[in-house]
């Protein structure tokens, strides 16, 4: 059973504050993808990675920074946090063998509240 | 530009009574479907797919119709029941190396008991 987990489910943090959201997934998988989930926008995505240190602007990057460094680990980097990055962020993980977007497998999500 | 639209946020239902959810797009590349669930405060999780070369695909009470000449795709869900109240996203991809889908704003499905 596939398993994405996220380092936490409830996150609050002052403007200016840096901060960071790590996302591990267990299945090998190539592709690794951070969202934010608005009431009314859907899902946007921010940032995209289809290996090991490559990474993708998604949407909406701005203000926000990635790192893959392992295949497994994702990081979501919030530079200096404003309040308009208080949102609900999903990261995902999929097979990349197919060569299209594959079926998606979510982690629970971080709730954050920036102050 | 939203190239997949689901043009109602919301939706309400009787228990037992069949859930028809919407999905509409404008890319003509989009050849791969997807529906996804999600309860709050958890991440979406995969439901049914459907591929372009088919019209319909089921999976117990759920089943994804697509008309291809329309762009438009629906998930029916029979019997609804309680537990399926959730957001249902719509996604979309094409062929050709894109990892990406396309997401729809969702909709959100509430089953009355």
């Known amino acids: 059973d596939v398993k994405v987990t996220q380092s936490s489910r409830y996150l609050v943090k002052r403007t200016g504050e840096k901060v960071f959201l790590e996302c591990v997934q267990d299945?090998?998988?190539?592709?690794m993808f951070w969202y934010r989930q608005d009431p009314g926008l859907g899902l946007r995505l921010i940032y995209f990675s289809y290996d090991v240190k490559m990474k993708e602007k998604g949407d909406i990057p701005e203000g926000y920074s990635v790192s893959r460094e392992k295949k497994e680990r994702f990081s979501l980097i919030l530079e200096s946090a404003s309040t308009n990055q208080t949102s609900m962020y999903l990261c995902a993980s999929s097979l990349a063998d197919r060569g299209r977007a594959d079926t998606q497998y979510f982690g629970p999500g971080t709730r954050l509240t920036v102050l | 530009d939203q190239q997949v639209k689901q043009n109602s946020p919301s939706l309400s239902v009787q228990e037992g009574r069949i859930s028809i959810l919407n999905c509409d797009y404008t890319n003509s590349m989009f050849d791969y479907f997807l529906w996804y669930k999600k309860y709050p405060a958890e991440g979406p999780t995969f439901l049914i797919s459907?591929?372009?070369?088919?019209d319909k695909n089921e999976d117990g009470r759920f089943t994804v119709f697509l008309n291809k000449s329309a762009k438009h795709l629906s998930l029916h869900i029979v019997p609804s029941q309680p537990g399926d109240s959730a957001v249902y996203f719509c996604?979309?991809?094409?062929?050709?190396?894109?990892?990406?889908?396309?997401f729809g704003r969702g909709t959100s499905l509430i089953v009355h008991p």
């Open positions: 996604a979309a991809s094409e062929p050709g190396g894109s990892y990406i889908p396309t």
């Open positions: 459907i591929s372009s070369i088919k």
């Open positions: 299945m090998d998988h190539e592709n």
